[in-house]
């Protein structure tokens, strides 16, 4: 059974799309998940689930809008993919307060003509690098205010800092083997 990581987008950051991580739990669980952990209340789970990743998705978002009433973007990537992001940060040889380095992961590839025209030196003190279907943020001070931050590629995408992505990596992990 593959280990998966399921992200819900605009969770719990304000007033709108609150769910409970009790009743998020309950939702996977409902369309066939197994050893569902959730992380932190931002709408982050690591799940067991005997298909791919499109059904997955397809089937949480459905159930959260019947049950929850809730209409919200959710990605799924594997344990592997994961794993895969951690390994391949561009940043990883500095040292950086993990809270500043976030990665945004995409619903596709980005769109080839708004990357082309991002004026990497306009971003400057912060900066972005493209990986396999994520992009890396590394915010100078927080992304409060930073042009990084309203960066559009054209696609979907749900951020999460690097202290939350390692541990959601690490419950993939811990999970598949424990």
């Not at 959730?38 to 019947?66: C, F, H, I, K, M």
């Not at 594997?78 to 809270?99: I, Q, T």
């Not at 202290?163 to 811990?174: E, I, N, P, Q």
Request: overall charge neutral.
């Amino acid at each position: 059974m593959t280990r998966w990581v399921v992200l819900l987008r605009g969770v719990n950051v304000g007033k709108h799309h609150r769910i409970s991580m009790t009743t998020f739990r309950d939702v996977l669980a409902s369309v066939g998940c197994t050893d569902v952990r959730t992380y932190l209340q931002s709408g982050n789970a690591v799940v067991g689930w005997e298909g791919g990743e499109d059904r997955l998705a397809d089937a949480v978002r459905g159930e959260l809008e019947r049950s929850a009433g809730l209409s919200v973007l959710v990605m799924v990537r594997s344990g592997a993919e994961l794993a895969a992001v951690v390994e391949a940060n561009p940043y990883a040889a500095e040292c950086f307060d993990p809270k500043l380095l976030h990665v945004a992961f995409l619903s596709g590839p980005p769109d080839p003509q708004r990357l082309a025209a991002v004026d990497h030196d306009a971003l400057l003190p912060d900066r972005l690098a493209v990986g396999d279907r994520a992009v890396y943020l590394r915010y100078a001070s927080g992304s409060q205010g930073s042009a990084l931050a309203r960066l559009r590629l054209g696609v979907d995408t749900t951020a999460r800092n690097w202290t939350t992505v390692t541990a959601l990596r690490d419950l993939a992990g811990a999970a598949r083997s424990g």
